[in-house]
């Protein structure tokens, strides 16, 4: 036999109130000045709570709000902590555009670009495939082994690497782990790959090759990330290496 406060219980979380109740929350929905009006039932109702027994009407709103302020509190907190994320980057930008400037070498430009991804932003591994041509190979004697200049075969498809977009993150298969860090010591989870592009004088793309990034951290390039950084640190370089190729 179900009782008639199971019933009733069963009643108000399939349909939101029991129909006896119904009354009554409409004439208190309606009666926004009630408790106003007889202020003494505040102290006198004491609302059900699991933990501390009966509470009074004004501690349970009072805790009611506190949840709220707590909650508010905490997303705030996030807010503001995105925003000074935003701010790092657009300074980490715009020192990285000024610093490109002022590279004497394409060496540099790599040697810039590695220690600015490896010492502010913490990546693990920073690998450059370039494409080759007569200016590279002179210029990139004496780069250092993680730029790695090869042929047009660098360009070779790799599944979903860049299908619609300029910069992959996700999974490190063994594909991507063998064509862009063959060498690596890490135990690669995740990569972002950047293209590296410019527009020719009849506004083709040159691809000029990619800048690969590795982590151990299977989330820290995952596929739902915003690339909206990456493009643009991408479009810095891209910029600045286009001259080598016109």
Same mark, same amino acid.
Request: glycine share 2%.
């Given at each position: ?59 349970? !709103?009072?805790?009611?709000? %506190?949840?709220?302020?707590? /909650? +508010?509190?905490? =997303? ?5 902590? *995105? ?43 920073? !690998?450059?495939?370039?494409? %080759?041509?007569?200016?590279? /190979? +002179?210029?990139? =004697? ?5 730029? *790695? ?85 991408g479009a810095l370089l891209s910029a600045r290496l286009a001259v080598f190729y016109n």
């Amino acid at each position: 036999m179900i009782s008639n406060k199971q019933r009733a219980l069963a009643e108000e979380q399939s349909y939101g109130y029991p129909e006896f109740d119904t009354d009554i929350v409409d004439y208190l929905r309606s009666s926004p000045d009630f408790f106003a009006r007889h202020p003494q039932l505040l102290l006198e109702i004491e609302v059900p709570h699991y933990e501390r027994g009966a509470v009074s009407l004004v501690e349970k !709103r009072l805790a009611l709000h %506190r949840e709220q302020y707590d /909650d +508010l509190k905490d =997303r705030l907190g996030e807010i503001v902590e *995105v925003a000074h994320r935003n701010d790092y980057l657009a300074d980490l930008l715009h020192d990285y555009s000024v610093d490109l400037i002022a590279a004497d070498s394409i060496v540099e430009v790599f040697e810039l670009t590695r220690s600015t991804l490896t010492t502010k932003l913490q990546c693990e591994d920073v !690998r450059t495939l370039i494409a %080759r041509n007569e200016v590279v /190979d +002179l210029c990139l =004697r004496d780069a250092m082994p993680e730029v *790695v200049v090869t042929d047009s075969s660098f360009a070779k498809p790799i599944a979903d690497l860049h299908v619609h977009k300029m910069v992959y993150c996700g999974h490190a298969s063994q594909e991507r782990i063998d064509h862009f860090f063959p060498d690596t010591q890490l135990n690669v989870k995740s990569v972002a790959i950047i293209k590296l592009s410019h527009s020719d004088d009849i506004n083709r793309e040159v691809n000029m090759g990619y800048l690969a990034l590795a982590s151990e951290d299977k989330a820290r390039f995952a596929p739902h990330m915003a690339t909206d950084f990456l493009q643009r640190f991408g479009a810095l370089l891209s910029a600045r290496l286009a001259v080598f190729y016109n």
